[in-house]
Nanobody
Framework: QVQLVESGGGLVQAGGSLRLSCAAS????????MGWYRQAPGKERELVAI???????NYADSAKGRFTISRDNAKNTVYLQMNSLKPEDTAVYYC??????????????WGKGTLVTVSS
């Protein structure tokens, strides 16, 4: 089994910054793709950014130039640095990990979510 612990959400004024973290532990051999998604009130969950095991990244248009995804493979942790935050970034942010476990079975895990609120 794999456990995910997210942290770093909170309340910030427009233009401010936050850094989200998602640490995984448990039966992990390798984590392939690590990503962040978000869900705003009344909207569907959407991709924010992903990073693969080679460090290649992909961002939603709304995140390009403001957000940076990174990972620390030694700590099984993915980060999302969010700068120049806007009120429309307000959402619950979820990490998503594509994990190969110790018996080489692949599974996708979601974090419980961390709330980011950006005030105008």
């Amino acid at each position: 089994q794999v456990q995910l612990v997210e942290s770093g959400g909170g309340l910030v004024q427009a233009g401010g910054s936050l850094r989200l973290s998602c640490a995984a532990s448990g039966s992990i051999f390798k984590i392939n793709v690590m990503g962040w998604y978000r869900q705003a009130p009344g909207k569907e969950r959407e991709l924010v950014a992903i990073i693969n095991s080679g460090g290649n990244t992909n961002y939603a248009d709304s995140a390009k130039g403001r957000f940076t995804i990174s990972r620390d493979n030694a700590k099984n942790t993915v980060y999302l640095q969010m700068n120049s935050l806007k009120p429309e970034d307000t959402a619950v942010y979820y990490c998503n990990l594509d994990v190969l476990n110790l018996v080489f079975k692949r599974a996708v895990y979601w974090g419980k979510g961390t709330l980011v609120t950006v005030s105008s």
